[in-house]
DNA sequence: TCAAAAGTGTTATCCTTACACCCATGT
DNA sequence: ACATGGGTGTAAGGATAACACTTTTGA
C-alpha cells in the first residue's frame, strides 16, 4: 500500500462507518386472471422497501418481514436481483449513502388476509409496450419509433446518432429485426437515456409523453422492476419457476396462459403441451374440469421431485464426449 | 402500517443504522499460459477486498480501487455476482453487521506494475475435482465418492439417505450421470455440508482431507470463488466475454485452450471454429505466427461490433411467429 | 520422415418450429 | 350445428456432435 492510500484511508477512517444503510427492495410477481401483476405499496406508485436492519436474521428474511408488515402478502420463492449504491440527500447538505438490494419474488394473490395498502397493478400499466400477446402494440411503430429516432437524430456526432439508432433497432425490433421480450431494461433504459420517461426528466410533466410510456414510481423502483421482468421472463425458460404462480391444481392452458402473461408473447399449444410433458414437469390428478367452457380439461399438479432431479443447464459449446 | 409495526420500528431505531457495514469482494479471473487463475492477496488465501466508504463514486468504482491498491491490477470487464448478509464477530460480544457484495472480474495478467503481495494461482488449487481437461479426475471416484456416500449413509431418515445419495451423482456425475460443468457452488455446497472442505469444520483439520479437496481461503472467500466460476462457466456460453481474457491478437487454438481451461473440459477443434466463424465474433489480422509448432497459424482479433450487435438471447419457449 | 498443429468436409441425429387435423363438451 | 377449447401427428429446417481427412511447418 502506498503512502498515497495510506492518506486517503486516515482521512476518511472517521466518517465512513456511520452514514451507511442498507434498502430492501421488492419486486412481487403474481398473475391474476392473466395478468402479469406486481405488489405496490398505496397510493405512492412505490414497490414494497423497508431497511435492513440488526436483528433481521438475513438479508431474504428481512424482505419478508417488510413485504408481510406493509401489504401483508406471505412470500414464497425469492430471488436477488442486483444491489448497487447511491447517494441520498437527506437535509440540507447532509449525504446519506444508501446500498439497496432488489430482489425478485413469486407468490400468488392471497385473499386471505387483505390489509389495507396493498395494491396489485398489471405491470403492462408501467410497460404498456412490453405487452405483444395480441401483436406488436400499435403505440410502438407510431409513437415510440418516432420519437427515437428524433432522439437519434439529435446527436452532434454522425457515429453517435448511427449507434444510437442501431441500439434502438436491436431493443425494441425496429426494421423486420425480431421482438426479444427479454431486453426489459435495455428498453427501459434506452428510453431514459432519451428522456421518454418521466422518471428521467424529474417530474416536470412533459405533455403527452406521460400516458404513452406507461406509470412512472418514485425514484428508480420502474427500473427495478423492469430488471425483476427481464429476469424473469428469461428464468421462465430454464427453470421451473413458473410453478410457483400457479394454484396447485391447473390446466395445461392455464400454464400456458401463464407463460403467456409473463412473456408477453403467444406460445404454440401442441409445442407447448409437448415441452412440459417431456420434461416431466407435471402429472395428471386424475379428474378434469369443465369450468373452460369446450370440452374438459385434465388437471395437473407440479411433479416438485425435478427439483431435486433436474438441474438441467444447457450447454451451448461443442464439448466432447469423452 | 399497523400498530406492532410502529413500535418495532421505533424500538430499532436508535442502534440499527449505526452497525451496518459493507465489504466488496473481488474474484478477479486471468488465464495464465493455459491456466485459468484468480488473484489473491498475499500469504493470506484472500481474496481482494474492502468496505465500501463515503466517497467511492459507486459500488464497482469502489472495488476497482480496492483491487488496484492491493494487487496493482487494473480490472476491465466487472460484474456482479451476489450480497449477503453476516454477523461478524469483533469485540468479545459486540456484534456488527456485514453486508459482503461480490464481483466477477475479468482481465489479463499485466506484468507492468508488479505489486508486493498479488499472487495469481490456478482456481483448481482450490478445487481440484473441476479439471476434466485430462478426462475425469481419479480422486473424484477414488475419492469423493465414498466419502460422499458415507455421509449419505449417516443420515438418521430413509428419506434424507436416497436425498443425499441422488444431490451427490447430479452434482458430480456419478453413475452414468453426464458431468456438468456448471454445478461448481453445488458441488461446493455439498462438500461443506458433508463437512468434507476444511472451511465447514472451522480450522479443525481433520488429517487427510484437506489435500484432496483443494486449499481452503479464509470466511467464505472460497465459496464466492465458487459463485464466480460457476457464473463464468455458464456465461461464456451465450456472452462474448472470453475475449476480456485474450490479448488483442490470437489464434484460434489459443481462443479454444482458454475455454477448455475455464470450462475444464475440452471441446472439440472443427465445431469451435466453426462456431466462432459463424458468429462473426473474430476477424483474421492478416497476419499468421509460426510460434506454435507446427503449420503456421492464422491470427485474428476481436470484433468489438458484435458487443452492439448481438443481444442474442436463446429461447426456449416455442413462441409463435407472428 | 515424422510429429504437431492448422484447417476442411461430410454425415447422422436431435431439437425446434410450423401446421394440419381430430376430439369432446355446452349452447 | 357450431364455437370453444382439448389433444395428436407429422414433416421441414436448423443446429449439434462425431469423425475422417488434407495441409503446412519445424525438428
Not at 63 to 83: A, F, K, M, N, S
Not at 114 to 142: I, N, Q
Not at 158 to 172: G, N, Y
Not at 198 to 221: F, K, N, T, Y
Given at each position: 500500500?502506498?503512502?498515497?492510500?495510506?492518506?486517503?484511508?486516515?482521512?476518511?477512517?472517521?466518517?465512513?462507518?456511520?452514514?451507511?444503510?442498507?434498502?430492501?427492495?421488492?419486486?412481487?410477481?403474481?398473475?391474476?386472471?392473466?395478468?402479469?401483476?406486481?405488489?405496490?405499496?398505496?397510493?405512492?406508485?412505490?414497490?414494497?422497501?423497508?431497511?435492513?436492519?440488526?436483528?433481521?436474521?438475513?438479508?431474504?428474511?428481512?424482505?419478508?418481514?417488510?413485504?408481510?408488515?406493509?401489504?401483508?402478502?406471505?412470500?414464497?420463492?425469492?430471488?436477488?436481483?442486483?444491489?448497487?449504491?447511491?447517494?441520498?440527500?437527506?437535509?440540507?447538505?447532509?449525504?446519506?449513502?444508501?446500498?439497496?438490494?432488489?430482489?425478485?419474488?413469486?407468490?400468488?394473490?392471497?385473499?386471505?388476509?387483505?390489509?389495507?395498502?396493498?395494491?396489485?397493478?398489471?405491470?403492462?400499466?408501467?410497460?404498456?409496450?412490453?405487452?405483444?400477446?395480441?401483436?406488436?402494440?400499435?403505440?410502438?411503430?407510431?409513437?415510440?419509433?418516432?420519437?427515437?429516432?428524433?432522439?437519434?437524430?439529435?446527436?452532434?456526432?454522425?457515429?453517435?446518432?448511427?449507434?444510437?439508432?442501431?441500439?434502438?433497432?436491436?431493443?425494441?425490433?425496429?426494421?423486420?429485426?425480431?421482438?426479444?421480450?427479454?431486453?426489459?431494461?435495455?428498453?427501459?433504459?434506452?428510453?431514459?437515456?432519451?428522456?421518454?420517461v418521466e422518471e428521467?426528466v424529474?417530474?416536470?410533466?412533459?405533455?403527452?409523453?406521460v400516458?404513452?410510456?406507461?406509470?412512472s414510481?418514485?425514484?428508480?423502483?420502474?427500473?427495478?422492476?423492469?430488471?425483476?421482468?427481464?429476469?424473469?421472463?428469461?428464468?421462465?425458460?430454464?427453470?421451473?419457476?413458473?410453478?410457483?404462480?400457479?394454484?396447485?391444481?391447473?390446466?395445461?392452458?392455464?400454464?400456458?396462459?401463464?407463460?403467456?402473461?409473463?412473456?408477453?408473447?403467444?406460445?404454440?399449444?401442441?409445442?407447448?403441451?409437448?415441452?412440459?410433458?417431456?420434461?416431466?414437469?407435471?402429472?395428471?390428478?386424475?379428474?378434469?374440469?369443465?369450468?373452460?367452457?369446450?370440452?374438459?380439461?385434465?388437471?395437473?399438479?407440479?411433479?416438485?421431485?425435478?427439483?431435486?432431479?433436474?438441474?438441467?443447464?444447457?450447454?451451448?459449446?461443442?464439448?466432447?464426449?469423452?
Amino acid at each position: 500500500m502506498d503512502d498515497q492510500t495510506k492518506k486517503t484511508r486516515a482521512g476518511r477512517a472517521k466518517r465512513k462507518a456511520h452514514d451507511l444503510k442498507a434498502d430492501l427492495i421488492a419486486v412481487v410477481v403474481a398473475v391474476n386472471e392473466g395478468e402479469p401483476c406486481v405488489l405496490t405499496i398505496g397510493q405512492a406508485n412505490a414497490l414494497p422497501s423497508g431497511p435492513f436492519e440488526f436483528d433481521h436474521r438475513s438479508l431474504q428474511s428481512g424482505l419478508r418481514e417488510w413485504v408481510e408488515q406493509q401489504t401483508g402478502q406471505p412470500l414464497g420463492y425469492i430471488e436477488q436481483l442486483y444491489t448497487f449504491a447511491d447517494r441520498d440527500r437527506i437535509g440540507a447538505e447532509y449525504q446519506q449513502r444508501v446500498i439497496s438490494i432488489s430482489y425478485l419474488a413469486l407468490t400468488r394473490e392471497e385473499y386471505a388476509g387483505v390489509s389495507a395498502k396493498r395494491c396489485w397493478e398489471s405491470w403492462y400499466d408501467y410497460f404498456p409496450f412490453e405487452d405483444h400477446r395480441s401483436g406488436t402494440p400499435p403505440m410502438l411503430l407510431e409513437v415510440l419509433r418516432p420519437r427515437l429516432m428524433e432522439w437519434a437524430e439529435g446527436a452532434p456526432e454522425v457515429e453517435t446518432r448511427r449507434e444510437r439508432r442501431r441500439r434502438a433497432e436491436v431493443a425494441f425490433g425496429f426494421d423486420d429485426r425480431a421482438w426479444n421480450e427479454e431486453l426489459v431494461l435495455h428498453r427501459y433504459e434506452l428510453l431514459y437515456e432519451a428522456g421518454l420517461v418521466e422518471e428521467a426528466v424529474g417530474g416536470r410533466r412533459s405533455g403527452d409523453l406521460v400516458p404513452v410510456q406507461g406509470r412512472s414510481m418514485i425514484a428508480d423502483h420502474r427500473r427495478i422492476m423492469a430488471t425483476g421482468i427481464a429476469r424473469l421472463r428469461s428464468k421462465i425458460k430454464y427453470r421451473p419457476v413458473v410453478f410457483e404462480l400457479m394454484p396447485p391444481v391447473f390446466t395445461l392452458l392455464q400454464l400456458q396462459r401463464t407463460v403467456e402473461a409473463l412473456a408477453g408473447r403467444l406460445v404454440n399449444k401442441p409445442n407447448f403441451r409437448r415441452l412440459i410433458e417431456q420434461q416431466e414437469l407435471v402429472e395428471e390428478t386424475g379428474e378434469t374440469t369443465a369450468e373452460t367452457g369446450g370440452r374438459p380439461a385434465k388437471l395437473y399438479r407440479f411433479r416438485h421431485a425435478v427439483l431435486d432431479e433436474t438441474v438441467m443447464a444447457g450447454t451451448k459449446l461443442p464439448l466432447t464426449r469423452s
